[in-house]
């Protein structure tokens, strides 16, 4: 009996000082102590759950996973901050997981606040001098498309198709042309490689790898068969894409042993590294960073592309008007160019639609504030981790009439051209926004259009 006073005095201290804590954010679900309200997050659809809380709380709350996490969940709050010049949002957290599958914040996702800019600007100067957001790719990404669609074809059975196959080959070989030069043949080594970042993508968003964000010692419990958090066998797929890239990054060092013109990403980050004039060129940062183009350039894609085939399936009303008007397209004699395929209202339409409903990543990813910032009259010290939590925009009634309901024409105006939405963000907003933006926008038009031209 000597214990019920401690256990409740120790109740009562915990008690107080969450309380104490959540008086310095904006209102949000009350948090559970020490895990907060992370088992609350439905794993399978957060979207859902973070809307359901943007109904109740606002447009910006706070959640505790099990540190605190401020949500903007709305679209014009998301803009003024995230949107506004400045590096006040910029900021990656350190990341536990990161330190456990990456040996720390390298990359260009997740990169160091110190070097984030550095490394950006040389990604994305360097790929613009490969065509990069440019319409030179454009015979590319068709060639890999048609390519890929005839082998898909070929080898289908009973007229089943693997668009899942179609898709990441395709993409795969676009991003490889630009990271690493070389084709990459083997198929079944492509979707194997795709295999890999699917499951850790959907690893990110585990629960479990949340608890461990803030308690990392909780890790030896797996070694010791206490507790699987799925860390273990993440890091062994990890580690095979890994030396993919690894044995990729060996071929181009034996090739600048004879030659000094690059042809690719990896080819001028190995040269800059020869330079030694910084210390962020390094060997892990390289693998980490065309890990990143890689994989996210493969994944997030290919993933909205069989989201749009999916759409098409449920919906071939849909799918007949957007044959009609790559009809009437081809009929002018048209080239089949991304420039010439952002002038079909409806098929732009359609797209936005997609990227308005399907939420790639459903969690956004988590942004440091630099320094010290006012949202909304809470006043917030640097280091406070927030998010623009775009699903909550995309999903809000307010702006959008029956948003669980797929409907491209909401993107038109009456006289049926396309109305874009300036707070419509489908690859993020603010200074660490989508690197890839200016390649994924062309695959999708191009890719889906290149199919849909031969096929239902």
């Known amino acids: 009996m000597i214990w019920l006073p401690v256990i409740l005095l120790l109740i009562v201290y915990i008690f107080i000082n969450n309380e104490r804590k959540r008086r310095k954010f904006p209102p949000g679900p009350w948090p559970w102590p020490l895990i907060g309200n992370i088992y609350q997050i ?21 959640i505790w996973i099990p540190d605190p996490l401020v949500v903007l969940a709305d679209g014009e709050l998301m803009d003024i901050n995230f949107g506004k010049p400045g590096e006040t949002f910029a900021g990656r957290p350190h990341s536990a997981i990161m330190d456990l599958l990456f040996k720390g914040n390298y990359g260009l996702m997740f990169d160091e606040n110190e070097i984030y800019k550095n490394q950006r600007r040389f990604a994305l100067s360097t790929l613009k001098n490969f065509g990069f957001g440019r319409n030179e790719l454009d015979p590319l990404i068709i060639e890999h498309a048609e390519n890929s669609l005839k082998t898909e074809v070929g080898r289908s059975i009973n007229g089943v198709v693997n668009t899942k196959r179609i898709f990441t080959v395709a993409i795969a070989r676009v991003i490889q042309k630009l990271v690493f030069y070389e084709d990459l043949p083997d198929v079944d080594k492509i979707m194997r490689l795709k295999i890999v970042i699917e499951n850790l993508f959907t690893d990110w968003f585990n629960p479990h790898w949340m608890v461990l964000e803030s308690m990392p010692w909780m890790r030896h419990l797996e070694k010791f068969g206490i507790f699987n958090f799925g860390i273990q066998k993440a890091a062994e797929y990890n580690d095979e894409f890994v030396e993919f890239l690894e044995s990729q990054i060996e071929h181009h060092k034996d090739y600048l042993k004879t030659n ?38 493969v994944e997030t894609v290919t993933c909205t592309l069989q ?30 160019t991304y420039a010439n395929l952002r002038t079909l209202a409806y098929y732009n339409a359609f797209f936005q639609e997609i990227h308005r409903l399907t939420n790639v990543i459903p969690f956004s990813l988590t942004h440091e504030m630099l320094e010290p910032a006012e949202i909304e009259g809470y006043k917030f010290p640097a280091g406070t981790c927030v998010i623009a939590q775009l699903a909550c925009f995309n999903l809000n009634p307010k702006h959008f009439p029956e948003p669980e309901k797929f409907k491209p024409e909401r993107h038109l105006d009456e006289q049926g ?26 695959e999708l038009l191009l890719v889906l259009a290149t199919i849909l031209r031969n096929y239902r």
């Open 42 to 62: 439905d794993s399978k659809n957060p979207e859902k759950t973070l809307n359901l809380w943007r109904n109740k709380y606002g447009k910006i709350f706070t």
């Open 307 to 336: 989201f749009a085939v999916l759409y098409l399936l449920r919906h071939p009303e849909i799918q007949e008007k957007i044959r009609v008007e790559l009809k009437t397209f081809e009929q002018q004699n048209l080239a089949y």
């Open 260 to 297: 000094s013109e690059p042809r690719d990403y990896a080819d001028c980050f190995l040269l800059e590294m020869r330079k030694g004039e910084s210390p962020d060129f390094n060997p892990w940062q390289m693998t980490i960073a065309c890990y990143d183009l890689w994989s996210a350039g």
């Open 417 to 442: 051209n396309l109305k874009p939405d300036p707070l419509l963000h489908p690859f993020s907003i603010g200074r660490r926004s989508c690197l890839g933006e200016a390649l994924a926008r062309p």
